[in-house]
């Protein structure tokens, strides 16, 4: 009976009874309660042996979602059922996927006679792909809790991790219902009036005068104004850094899958808009190109292609880059460059790539801010090593904001961000240039 394990209070009766055999040396008379002590617990022990093995007693179910998002806490849920004819007392051990790295002491759950019971608990993946969970191990102990008996269930079911759909969900509801704000997007005016006509409609009270129709209010009686909308059909390109320089952590998860989480927020908001999403990832080659679409089935397509995308350790190739935007993106474009530059040198060696690609398109760098450094530079040196390391980090956080002023006198636009807030400030930065006309 491999799946049959003796529970702590067996061993405490167990040496309980030892140590009275121990004390029948100095009170002859408690050898015979030693005696009947053990034949007790061994009766009992077979008793509940047998009742525990006496029928189908415990089955599990792990439910699973269809895929996890990642970076987001995403729901488990596992069906106990008690199919003995007692009250049971289980304790169950998950076999995590070995990305989580848990090892917890497992869940305690009570099922009365015959009672169904769902267990809730919530995983965070910090990386994309394939996870693969174990065994749900349930131990059962019966009226005595002498023994457990072991069940093992839901071996090797699978679920792929994807790039962060639970946090674009969130934002394409404040959008469709005009809520950004509550999540930190900003309201910002815009710049005279929308670029297309859309149709005519009757006047209400606050519309611009400047607005009305005065040929169709002549035909129909009735005050008529012309609406417009937001120039639409425009391209907005995500373009995704995998080289070296994002695979940096922050919190667990690298740069590279923040970026891919703020772009699948940023092409769904476009596509919200009336923009038309594409992508293209690189490192030191093209890795893949979704041209830009406002088909249904689009942000399918790229969420597909995010999901398989991981850092590479060479540098990126910003000529390769900039031959491939020239040839496929063909129509003035707003590009969202993903990357990393740490230094005003490192920045240098592509600006010319970049200013070309800045011509023909409207080109926005996002900058990651290393937010480790924070903690430095809030610390008080009290050695002579201190101070040292407290200069490098102001350097580094100067290097950052010249990085900002240098693409800003080529008139690059550019978004100095931690991690943690990238979404939400890229969604303000496309926000701003569309209202603004730019795009």
């Known amino acids: 009976m491999k799946n049959l394990f003796l529970t702590r209070r067996f061993f405490y009766l167990f040496w309980g009874c030892v140590l009275l055999f121990i004390f029948s040396l100095m009170v002859s008379w408690l050898i015979a309660v030693a005696i009947v002590g053990v034949m007790v617990i061994a009766a009992s022990t077979l008793i509940e042996i047998t009742i525990l093995y006496a029928s189908k007693g415990i089955t599990a179910e792990r439910i699973l979602p269809e895929k996890f998002s990642n970076g987001n806490d995403n729901p488990v849920q596992i069906l106990f059922e008690n199919r003995y004819g007692f009250p049971v007392k289980l304790r169950i051990y998950e076999d995590y996927p070995v990305q989580f790295q848990i090892r917890d002491g497992g869940f305690d759950v009570s099922l009365a006679r015959n009672e169904s019971k769902h267990l809730n608990y919530s995983l965070k993946p910090l990386k994309r792909g394939e996870y693969i969970f174990g065994y749900v191990n349930t131990l059962v102990t019966g009226p005595l809790g002498l023994v457990y008996r072991r069940f093992r269930t839901c071996k090797d079911q699978k679920v792929a991790v994807y790039p962060s759909f639970l946090q674009m969900r969130r934002f394409e509801l404040m959008a469709v219902s005009n809520r950004l704000t509550e999540i930190g997007i900003k309201k910002i005016r815009k710049a005279g009036n929308s670029a297309e006509f859309e ?223 990238l979404t939400v400030n890229i969604i303000n930065k496309y926000l701003e240039l569309k209202a603004r006309g730019s795009m």
């Not at 005065?214 to 609406?227: E, H, I, K, P, S």
């Not at 927020?265 to 596509?271: G, I, Q, S």
């Open 199 to 421: 149709h005519i409609r009757p006047y209400v009270q606050g519309d611009d005068p400047r607005k009305v129709n005065w040929q169709a209010t002549a035909r129909r009686g009735d005050l008529m104004v012309n609406n417009y909308q937001d120039e639409r059909s425009q391209q907005v390109y995500c373009l995704v850094d995998k080289g070296r320089v994002m695979k940096m952590p922050f919190e667990g998860m690298s740069l590279l899958d923040y970026a891919i989480n703020a772009s699948l927020v940023l092409l769904n908001t476009a596509m919200i808009k009336g923009d038309k999403a594409g992508l293209i990832t690189f490192s030191n080659q093209i890795s893949n190109i979704v041209p830009a679409e406002r088909r249904p089935t689009q942000m399918n397509k790229i969420m597909e292609v995010l999901y398989n995308q991981r850092t590479f350790y060479k540098e990126s190739d910003y000529e390769i880059l900039y031959a491939t935007a020239k040839l496929k993106i063909t129509q003035r474009s707003l590009l969202i460059l993903f990357t990393n530059f740490e230094t005003i040198e490192g920045l240098k060696r592509q600006l010319f790539f970049l200013r070309k690609l800045a011509r023909q398109h409207l080109l926005v760098v996002v900058i990651f801010e290393n937010t480790e450094l924070n903690s430095l530079l809030e610390s008080s040196p009290k050695t002579l090593e201190d101070i040292y390391i407290k200069t490098i980090a102001e350097k580094f956080k100067l290097d950052k904001r010249l990085l900002v002023r240098e693409l800003e006198q080529y008139g690059i636009h550019s978004i100095l961000t931690t991690p943690g807030n």
